[in-house]
């Protein structure tokens, strides 16, 4: 990465600020060239008549106030990557948007101050780090930094690492809480607008899993369009071949099953019904797996879990099993004894047989005695989990 060290005083920074009170945010300086709270940020939160004020006191009696860190872009223009809060505090107070108590214990604001004090301020030296890097380089970096304390979350990184009209454009849409579809997402996808869940969604479903990839090469773009067609037809889809909003179904890896599914035809009539009936059917142990489940033609019964037989059935079945065994002098396993070899007439102990269902459970085989049968543990293992 490379780092360019540069000075400015408060005032060349303060050029052009402008405070957003309705967003919370510090918006602009140094004329224009520098966006103080990039939409990857957090919002302003030294408002607190404590953070804002010792910022400000720092400045009055000399102190420096720490590095501040700038992103380079192109064109000149730059972003903060760290002293956001410092930056929109010391904007705010040049701009009389707070007070701070002078020595006598009255509230001043920046335009009643002596103009000593006004200069001290204004021409107060910051020290900054201009950073210009490639995507791991500044992602290790922001790794490196604790921002306002909270660390960035994946996709904040990959915000601040791409960002430009392409990334404001996918917050507009994927990560604005004014989006009345926010709700309706919220049914299949995990997480909150504000750190950026459907927006990550909705970049991994259209870039199969590559979204750095994919946010590098659209960067510049100035439409997301791709991006939203893409994640609605998954959706869409969805809502789609499962009438019915299940909350096992938030969070599913919906743009994979999409991709793996959407070719073949279902009938949602019959697809509602199957889905009814294993959320009805107790030995389903994982109802989150139903929905691949039922994508894949009602097969793959690892997907949903399904419960084995309890310890006191299978020991009710072995002593059943074994004493027949005894009696005719074969193998308590009915697969042994079918065979032909050494052990034929071999009498296993409990813990050496697994429980298997006569009747496979995806056949409608009941997971009951009735329905249970103890083999030696290679059998069982041969046969499937049926
Ligand atoms: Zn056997």
């Given amino acids: 990465m490379k780092t360019t060290l540069k000075q400015y005083t408060v005032k060349e920074v303060c050029e052009g600020f402008v405070y957003n009170e309705i967003e919370g945010k510090g918006l602009f300086g140094l004329s224009g060239r520098l966006t103080i709270q990039p ?15 010792a910022v400000i006191q720092s400045l009055l009696k000399g102190y420096p106030l720490g590095l501040i860190y700038f992103n380079k872009l192109s064109g000149g223009k730059l972003e903060v990557l760290d002293g956001q809060q410092r930056i929109t505090s010391f904007g705010r107070y040049v701009t009389n948007k707070f007070a701070v108590k002078d020595e006598h214990g009255m509230e001043q604001y920046f335009h009643s101050i002596a103009a000593d004090k006004q200069a001290r301020i204004l021409e107060a030296p910051l020290l900054m780090y201009e950073c210009e890097g490639t995507e791991s380089e500044i992602k ?43 709700q309706k997402w919220s049914a299949y996808i995990k997480g909150s607008v ?4 459907f927006w990550e969604r909705a970049l991994e479903w259209v870039s199969k899993g590559n979204a750095g990839e994919y946010m590098s090469k659209h960067r510049t773009a100035q439409t997301i369009a791709e991006v939203k067609t893409y994640f609605n037809s998954v959706l869409d889809w969805v809502s789609g071949v499962f009438p019915d909003v299940e909350k096992e179904m938030r969070g599913l890896d919906w743009g994979t099953l999409y991709e793996t599914y959407h070719r073949q035809s279902y009938k949602p009539a019959a697809v509602k019904q199957e889905v009814r009936k294993l959320y009805a059917d107790p030995f389903v142990k994982k109802r989150s797996g139903i929905f691949e489940y039922v994508l894949g033609g009602s097969h793959d019964t690892k997907l949903l879990e399904v419960r084995l037989f309890d310890e006191s059935t299978k020991r009710v079945v072995y ?48 997971t009951s005695p009735e329905n249970c049968e103890m083999l030696c543990s290679s059998h069982n293992r041969a046969k499937g989990n049926g």
């Fill in 194 to 197: 504000n750190r950026q869940e």
């Fill in 39 to 53: 939409e990857y940020q957090r919002n302003y939160i030294y408002a607190d008549g404590k953070r804002d004020v």
């Fill in 140 to 182: 290790e970096w922001f790794r490196t930094i604790n921002i306002a304390g909270v660390p960035l979350n994946n996709q904040e990184l990959l915000n601040a690492v791409y960002s430009g009209p392409f990334v404001t454009l996918g917050k507009e849409e994927f990560s604005n809480s004014q989006n009345s579809n926010a």
């Fill in 319 to 366: 002593e059943k099993q074994t004493a027949a065994a005894q009696a005719g002098g074969t193998s308590n396993c009915p697969l042994c004894a079918h065979g032909h070899d050494a052990n034929k007439g071999k009498l296993w102990k409990l813990a050496e047989m697994d429980a298997d269902h006569v009747a496979a459970w995806s056949r409608g085989g009941k």
